[in-house]
């Protein structure tokens, strides 16, 4: 594996530059453990889904490379192609290389939306109103709002 140290700066397109801070992205957890982990330098850019070349969080301006790259699966296995990151899987066989690939697919593509959607699923403290915290208050207040405007059906109408 190429040295930490003598490699150029990965830039991790994460939302918000805020480096050292939790992201509410479980994508953005997911790859800036690898590179925690693996001891690799990175830099922290602000850039949204808008501008992100899948739409989605994060991606990267790789060293060496033209192109920006998204999905944070194919941003660890171009990688590990680069000898950037270490292959956890290299040591595996194949049925345990398809048990793990089963098991991030069910926690990738079908947990995480319960995760996100559960009321009362502790998240992180935002530290402005902007943040998705400010956007999910906000519409919170609106339907509170909207409902106690809304006139109560008489329970005699109901029973017409």
């Known amino acids: 594996m190429a040295s930490p140290k003598s490699a150029t700066k990965l830039t991790v397109h994460r939302g918000f530059d805020w480096p050292g801070r939790y992201t509410w992205s479980p994508f953005v957890t997911k790859l800036e453990v690898r590179l925690r982990f693996a001891g690799l330098p990175y830099a922290v850019g602000a ?22 790259m998204g999905d944070s699966t194919f941003i660890i296995r171009r990688l590990v192609e680069k000898d950037m990151l270490p292959d956890l899987n290299a040591r ?30 502790p998240r992180p403290p935002f530290p402005h109103s902007s943040g998705l915290e400010g956007v ?23 029973a017409r």
Request: aromatic share 8%; glycine share 8%; proline share 11%.
């Open 47 to 68: 850039g949204g889904p808008r501008s992100a070349p899948q739409g989605k969080i994060p991606y990267v301006d790789i060293p060496g490379e033209d192109q920006q």
């Open 92 to 121: 595996l066989s194949k049925p345990e290389q398809a048990q793990d690939l089963a098991w991030r697919a069910l926690m990738e593509d079908k947990l995480y939306f319960y995760g996100v959607s559960i009321p009362g699923f």
């Open 136 to 158: 999910l208050h906000r519409h919170k207040e609106r339907k509170k709002a909207d409902h106690a405007s809304t006139p109560e059906i008489a329970p005699r109408a109901l």
